[in-house]
């Protein structure tokens, strides 16, 4: 298993460090332990054809973000086989 991995929610996405995580916490933050870096996803909202109210429907992660965090971790666990 590599040293550093993507955690991808519903909301947000991170790389972190298996070596600075804690298994117990199920939690996922800008300040969570073993988290070398992360980004928030955005809001994605539908507006309703009939009143044309706007309806929160979840949330959504940027491709471009995905690509950095797959980037990263890719850049980091290479780099990490290299120090052993």
Known sequence: MSRYFIDERSGCIAVRDSDKTDVKY???????????????GVQVTKTCPTCRHRINNGWKISDADKQAAVALCAELNKANKGDK
């Not at 199920?26 to 928030?40: C, F, K």
Request: glycine share 14%; net charge negative.
């Open 26 to 40: 199920s939690g996922l933050h800008p300040d969570t332990q073993g988290v070398v870096r992360y980004w928030d």
